[in-house]
């Protein structure tokens, strides 16, 4: 059964770029594990971000950008606004099924 | 305009079935490449995939409980149900429904529905 890992947290300043990445167990993140970055802030529902790696969705600020790096998906967000402050997750397809990744808290400070 | 919303129990007992019901509007589940999926968040985790049915009655589980879970559609009344069975204290989640498309898994979700698990 895959494991999805992600930073627990990280830390940021307003204006500045960060860069959070997504694991698998199986070993490489390739696009056909189809990766999408989720954001989720407290007490509300996690919102989409990006899907099939790197596509931003209408309501997706272009400050935040998906790639794939170093065998990991990755979400970066350059500019970083105050309001980005917030729990991050990935998703990968591996496997026949839909698997979350640990979340990032994202503390922008 | 795309909405799902959850419903069912706030409180189960022990070793009994919870029964959810997802209710959507906006798009249909006769549209091939749709579907939709359940996810759980216990309190301050992360998320879990449980289950996606899809437009054509293909079923998809989480590997790790698939023993416990059915997930059933009715397109007439544009609702999606789950039952798990065994609840268990640690099953204690707010459990969301949301949108599925293989291109754009999971693009809305309905508000979640947290079901505490307690004799």
């Known amino acids: 059964q895959t494991v999805v890992t992600q930073e627990p947290s990280l830390t940021v300043s307003p204006g500045g770029t960060v860069t959070l990445t997504c694991a698998s167990s199986t070993g490489a993140v390739t696009s056909g594990y189809y990766p999408n970055w989720f954001q989720q802030k407290p007490g509300q529902a996690p919102r989409a971000l990006i899907y099939?790696?790197?596509n931003r969705h209408s309501w997706t600020p272009a400050r935040f950008s998906g790639s794939l790096l170093g065998g990991k998906a990755a979400l970066t967000l350059s500019g970083v606004q105050p309001e980005d402050e917030a729990e991050y997750y990935c998703l990968l397809y591996s496997g026949g099924a839909q698997v979350f990744g640990g979340g990032t808290k994202l503390t922008v400070l | 305009q795309i909405t799902l919303k959850e419903s069912g129990p706030t409180l189960v007992k022990p070793t009994q079935t919870l029964t959810l019901t997802c209710t959507f509007s906006?798009?249909?589940?006769?549209?091939?490449?749709?579907?939709v999926g359940w996810i759980r968040q216990p309190p301050g985790k992360a998320l879990e995939w449980l289950a996606l049915?899809?437009?054509?009655?293909?079923?998809r589980y989480s590997p790790s409980l698939k023993s416990r879970l059915t997930v059933t559609k009715d397109t007439s009344k544009k609702q999606v149900v789950l039952t798990m069975t065994n609840m268990n204290p640690v099953d204690t989640a707010t459990y969301y429904c949301?949108?599925?498309?293989?291109?754009?898994?999971?693009?809305?979700w309905g508000q979640g529905t947290l079901v505490t698990v307690s004799s």
């Open positions: 099939s790696t790197s």
């Open positions: 906006g798009f249909s589940l006769t549209t091939g490449g749709v579907g």
């Open positions: 949301a949108s599925y498309t293989g291109t754009t898994p999971f693009l809305y």
């Open positions: 049915i899809y437009w054509d009655d293909d079923k």
